[in-house]
C-alpha cells in the first residue's frame, strides 16, 4: 500500500465521528472481526488511526478498498451533500430494458475512461436496489482527485439518478452523456432535488420551506443591494481554559488562551452572503460574521464576560 491510498483512508477515517467508527468499519467488511479486536477504540484517534493504517497495510489494500471506505462514510452522511437529480426518458415508443447490474457497471465504467483517461469509477449495491457510483476526476494529464469526488445514487429500473453536487461541474455534461449513452435514452433532464418530481410531496414541500426561509433571513440580513468591498476580516479570541477537572495543568494558568482567525476573500461580504443560499452554512450566519457592515469594523477582539 503506497503513501497516496494510506492518506487517502487516514483521511476518511478522521472524518468519521468515533461512535460510528466500529459501525462504518464492519460495514467496509475489509478489516476481519479479530483485526477489528486487537484495535483499542478507547484511545486518542490519532492512535486509533495509526493502528487502523497499520493494518490496512498488512493486507495491501488497494484505492478501490479506499474508495469503498468513502462511499460508506457518504452513504452514512448523505445528508451533509446537496444532491441533484437527472431524469432519463424514453423515446418514443422504447420498452423499458431488463436491468443487468454487471453489464451496467462495465458500460459506465468504459464511457468514463473512454472519454477521460484519468478516472477512478467505485460502486456500491446496496439492498434497496440502488448502486453508489463514486467518481474521482482527473484530466488528460492529472491523476484523480480522490478528495473531490461525484456521488452518483442510481436505481435501477427507474429513470432517475441522483448525483451530488460537485465543484467540478465541467464534468457534469460528462456524466450526463453517460448514462445517456447506456441507457439509449434521450438527453438527460437536469432538475433541482425537490423540484417538479414524481416524489413524496412532503419532501417538495420541505425543500421549498426551507429555501425561502433561507432567501428571507438572508435578503433580512444582507438586504437586497450589493455588498460594500472588503477582502478580509480578523477575529482575536482571549479566553480563560475551562474544565470540570481538577488538577488540570491548563486550568491553573493564570494566562488567558489565544487564537487568531481571519477570513479573506476577493469579496468577503457577498461571500458571505452567498454561504447560506448555496448549503455551505446554516442561516441565519453567526453575528460575529453579520454585524461586519453595522460595525463598520473588520478587526474584532472576542473576550470572556
Not at 38 to 53: A, C, D, G
Not at 73 to 87: E, I, L, R
Not at 252 to 264: A, G, N, Y
Not at 277 to 284: E, L
Request: hydrophobic share 35%; aromatic share 10%; net charge neutral.
Amino acid at each position: 500500500m503506497d503513501e497516496t491510498i494510506a492518506e487517502f483512508i487516514k483521511r476518511t477515517i478522521l472524518k468519521i465521528p468515533m461512535n460510528e467508527l466500529t459501525t462504518i468499519l464492519k460495514a467496509w467488511d475489509f478489516l476481519s472481526e479479530n483485526q477489528l479486536q486487537t484495535v483499542n477504540f478507547r484511545q486518542r484517534k490519532e492512535s486509533v488511526v495509526q493502528h487502523l493504517i497499520h493494518l490496512c497495510e498488512e493486507k495491501h489494500a488497494s484505492i478501490s478498498d479506499a474508495a469503498q471506505l468513502d462511499i460508506i462514510y457518504m452513504q452514512f452522511h448523505q445528508h451533509q451533500k446537496v444532491w441533484d437529480v437527472f431524469q432519463m426518458s424514453k423515446g418514443p415508443g422504447e420498452d423499458v430494458d431488463l436491468f443487468d447490474m454487471k453489464q451496467f457497471k462495465n458500460s459506465f465504467k468504459k464511457i468514463l475512461q473512454r472519454a477521460l483517461k484519468n478516472v477512478t469509477v467505485s460502486f456500491r449495491e446496496t439492498e434497496e436496489n440502488a448502486v453508489w457510483i463514486r467518481i474521482a476526476w482527473g484530466t488528460q494529464y492529472t491523476k484523480p482527485n480522490q478528495y473531490k469526488p461525484t456521488y452518483v445514487v442510481y436505481y435501477s429500473q427507474t429513470p432517475y439518478a441522483f448525483t451530488s453536487s460537485s465543484m467540478l461541474r465541467r464534468n457534469t455534461p460528462l456524466l450526463g452523456q453517460t448514462f445517456e449513452t447506456h441507457n439509449s435514452t434521450t438527453p438527460l433532464q437536469e432538475r433541482s432535488l425537490g423540484l417538479d418530481i414524481n416524489m413524496d410531496s412532503r419532501i417538495i414541500h420541505e425543500n421549498i420551506v426551507e429555501k425561502e426561509r433561507v432567501q428571507r433571513i438572508t435578503q433580512e440580513t444582507f438586504g437586497d443591494y450589493p455588498q460594500p468591498q472588503l477582502e478580509f476580516a480578523q477575529y482575536k479570541l482571549e479566553t480563560k481554559f475551562k474544565s470540570g477537572l481538577n488538577g488540570s495543568i491548563l486550568a491553573e494558568r493564570e494566562e488567558p488562551l489565544r487564537c487568531l482567525i481571519k477570513f479573506s476573500s476577493p469579496h468577503l461580504l457577498e461571500a458571505l452572503k452567498s454561504l447560506a443560499p448555496a448549503g455551505i452554512a446554516d442561516a441565519p450566519l453567526s453575528p460575529l460574521l453579520t454585524c461586519i457592515p453595522n460595525k463598520r469594523m473588520n478587526y474584532f477582539k472576542i473576550r470572556d464576560k
